[in-house]
């Protein structure tokens, strides 16, 4: 059983009764930038950079001190072939820029669980591997990687969560075509828009 079905896991919220005590798992939506987070009013959320690095520090030390159960990892990405605004659930992340001669963690599966959850909820959004990459139109830009969506925080913050032993998933809402480097074709307000839309829905599936 996952962490957050666990009935004994701490939770954020409790409520009490004569038969049982009922805990309300902590469900932390992370996001690179408070735009992205935006439309979520009554949610625990938390900004946490652009960036692999800053995603990385910023997300170990939120998990660290606000000890959540699961960490909602969302925001907009570049993909190719995918109309704007349509949604991602990640299979996988993994990160691009990491190159070395011995072996390095560069891919990080979500929590089985909450994968199956998820697209159980959104039937019609893409399950897909997405990748991480410090720079816009990096790496699976030039189609060679075989990637069809990217960022730039989502291994960062999956790692981070599994390192602290916290269940987690990205979710992506799809903003511009990996290659398109005329940033006025980018359809930013469509993806964030979807978002808005999408994490409401998928944080209630996670509290039932």
Do not use: Q
């Given at each position: 059983?996952?962490?957050?079905?666990?009935?004994?896991?701490?939770?954020?919220?409790?409520?009490?009764?004569?038969?049982?005590?009922?805990?309300?798992?902590?469900?932390?939506?992370?996001?690179?930038?408070?735009?992205?987070?935006?439309?979520?009013?009554?949610?625990?959320?938390?900004?946490?950079?652009?960036?692999?690095?800053?995603?990385?520090?910023?997300?170990?030390?939120?998990?660290?001190?606000?000890?959540?159960?699961?960490?909602?990892?969302?925001?907009?990405a570049g993909a190719r072939g995918l109309t704007?605004?349509?949604?991602?659930?990640?299979?996988?992340?993994?990160?691009?820029?990491?190159?070395?001669?011995?072996?390095?963690?560069?891919?990080?599966?979500?929590?089985?669980?909450?994968?199956?959850?998820?697209?159980?909820?959104?039937?019609?959004?893409?399950?897909?591997?997405?990748?991480?990459?410090?720079?816009?139109?990096?790496?699976?830009?030039?189609?060679?990687?075989?990637?069809?969506?990217?960022?730039?925080?989502?291994?960062?913050?999956?790692?981070?969560?599994?390192?602290?032993?916290?269940?987690?998933?990205?979710?992506?809402?799809?903003?511009?075509?990996?290659?398109?480097?005329?940033?006025?074709?980018?359809?930013?307000?469509?993806?964030?828009?979807?978002?808005?839309?999408?994490?409401?829905?998928?944080?209630?599936?996670?509290?039932?």
């Open positions: 059983m996952p962490a957050w079905r666990d009935p004994c896991v701490r939770g954020s919220g409790f409520t009490l009764s004569r038969a049982a005590v009922t805990v309300r798992a902590m469900i932390l939506v992370v996001a690179a930038t408070k735009a992205e987070l935006a439309a979520l009013r009554h949610a625990d959320v938390f900004a946490c950079g652009v960036g692999p690095v800053d995603a990385a520090a910023a997300t170990a030390r939120a998990l660290a001190e606000l000890r959540p159960d699961v960490l909602l990892h969302v925001g907009i704007p605004g349509a949604l991602v659930i990640g299979t996988e992340a993994f990160y691009h820029d990491i190159s070395a001669e011995i072996p390095v963690v560069d891919r990080v599966e979500p929590d089985a669980g909450l994968l199956a959850l998820m697209r159980a909820a959104f039937p019609d959004a893409l399950g897909l591997p997405i990748g991480t990459s410090a720079a816009v139109g990096g790496p699976a830009a030039s189609g060679h990687l075989g990637v069809r969506v990217e960022a730039m925080e989502g291994f960062a913050v999956l790692r981070a969560a599994e390192l602290a032993g916290v269940s987690a998933v990205e979710v992506r809402a799809v903003s511009n075509e990996l290659d398109e480097p005329d940033r006025a074709r980018w359809r930013v307000d469509d993806a964030v828009a979807a978002l808005g839309e999408a994490v409401p829905r998928l944080l209630t599936e996670l509290h039932r």
